[in-house]
């Protein structure tokens, strides 16, 4: 086995199983572990595999060659452990939500204990136009999408307003909603930027009566805060650690 076939198995390993560990490669493809754990870095060197606290996953430098399921299976498992982390702070549910054509679909949802349902969930597509987990995405859209999108909605007799709170959430960075997919739900979602571009929308979505005054301002700056974290991640230089790109 040549060291490009070396490295090519365990990529493919790692983005069938991971996070998987480095025991779980070296048996799965039959290489010594010691082999393994110099692969494992080398790999994560170059940005191809994360460390998430010793067990690897595709990393940031692997999604720019991905697309599809892949992409959001990546960018899901990437932003996992700061929406878990959003929730303890917030407690309430988490969503990450991504452009598919003309929907927002839930790729990732963190719920605390008290879960409320929610028209959000896994992988169930929603109208772009409606709710703090999915106007970020369009609102940060090129202003050719975003003409094309409202003119195919029926019927369109808010398309001013609409346009107003695209234009607030590119102005602010930010979308606040209350019960436009859940009765008394409200929701407050960020743009999750990629290398300029918007990736991903992270939010949090709960009863509006627990999301009030002080309550909500500190849950305003705490999805902010995240959604900062995860585009982080998702720009981190080669060689970086995921707790490297969190501490900074």
Same mark, same amino acid.
């Given at each position: 086995m040549t060291a490009l076939d070396r490295g090519l198995a365990i990529l493919g390993y790692v983005s069938v199983h991971g996070p998987t560990t480095a025991e779980a490669v070296s048996e799965g %493809? &039959?290489?010594?572990?010691?082999?393994? *754990? $110099? *692969?494992?870095n080398m790999l $994560?060197?170059?940005?191809y595999l994360a460390d998430y606290e010793g067990h690897y996953d595709l990393g940031a430098g692997m999604l720019r060659l991905l697309r599809g399921e892949p992409l959001n299976r990546c960018l899901a498992a990437l932003a996992g452990p700061t929406m878990f982390e959003l929730v303890a702070q917030v407690g309430e549910t988490a969503l990450l939500t991504v452009r598919d054509g003309w929907s927002? $679909?839930? %790729?990732e949802r963190v719920e605390p204990h008290r879960a409320?349902?929610?028209s959000f969930r896994r992988n169930v597509s929603l109208a772009l136009h409606l709710g703090a987990s999915a106007k970020p995405l369009l609102a940060c859209m &090129?202003?050719?999408? %975003? &003409? !094309? *999108?409202?003119?195919?909605? !029926?019927?369109?007799? &808010?398309? !001013?307003q609409v346009r107003a709170q695209l234009a607030a959430i590119r102005r602010d960075g930010i979308s606040i909603t209350c019960g436009e997919l859940d009765r008394d739900a409200l929701a407050i979602g960020v743009p999750v930027y990629w290398d300029g571009e918007v990736a991903a929308c992270l939010s949090v979505a709960g009863p509006q009566a627990r999301l009030t005054g002080r309550r909500l301002r500190e849950a305003e700056a705490q999805v902010r805060a995240a959604g900062l974290r995860v585009g982080a991640l998702l720009s981190e230089q080669p060689g970086q650690t995921v707790d490297e790109v969190r501490a900074g």
């Open positions: %493809i &039959d290489l010594p572990l010691s082999t393994t *754990y $110099r *692969y494992l $994560r060197g170059r940005g927002a $679909r839930c %790729i409320v349902r929610l &090129d202003p050719r999408f %975003i &003409d !094309e *999108y409202l003119h195919s909605r !029926e019927p369109q007799a &808010d398309t !001013e």
